[in-house]
């Protein structure tokens, strides 16, 4: 996709007005939806935080979510079919909006990146953000011949 060098560097800029933009000039284009979706979730996924959504410090619980994101684009395909054709994009949109600020959470909490965890914990942030860090590195997929709950048990102690 022609343009997925520039919604990468919005996105990871922090930028939703410009990714934004950049998704509603794709839509207009006519690009498929699937590849729509595949862009955006191949740009969020190795900043995603999962299984774990928790982390202490001082002894204080703190909570995020930024896995929501992807679930949310989930959300969005099933949600398209049940609107009307001129507001087929408006999950999508919401989803695209909303996955900027949720880039890199734990920097969020430190007073480090903008997004809505600094403001949930009402810490502030000044500067220019720290690059969100990227937990999970692009490579070949995981093959096993285990059972299917040996695999999701491995890959929790992972």
Not at 90 to 104: E, F, K, R, S, V
Request: proline share 8%.
């Amino acid at each position: 996709m022609a343009s997925t060098p520039l919604l990468k560097r919005r996105i990871l800029a922090r930028d939703q007005v410009g990714a934004s933009q950049i998704f509603y000039d794709l839509v207009k284009a006519g690009r498929p939806v699937p590849e729509l979706v595949r862009e955006t979730v191949r740009i969020h996924a190795p900043y995603t935080h999962v299984p774990f959504h928790q982390r202490q410090d001082s002894g204080e619980m703190r909570f995020v979510n930024n896995d929501h994101c992807l679930l949310s684009m989930r959300a969005a395909l099933q949600l398209k079919k049940l609107v009307s054709e001129e507001a087929a994009f408006l999950p999508m949109a919401q989803t695209l909006w909303y996955i900027p600020t949720g880039l890199d959470p734990w920097n969020q909490l430190l007073g480090k990146a903008p997004g809505h965890y600094n403001r949930v914990y009402n810490m502030a942030f000044s500067g220019a953000p720290a690059a969100p860090v990227a937990h999970w590195q692009d490579g070949a997929p995981a093959t096993s011949e285990a059972t299917l709950q040996e695999r999701l048990d491995h890959w929790l102690t992972r």
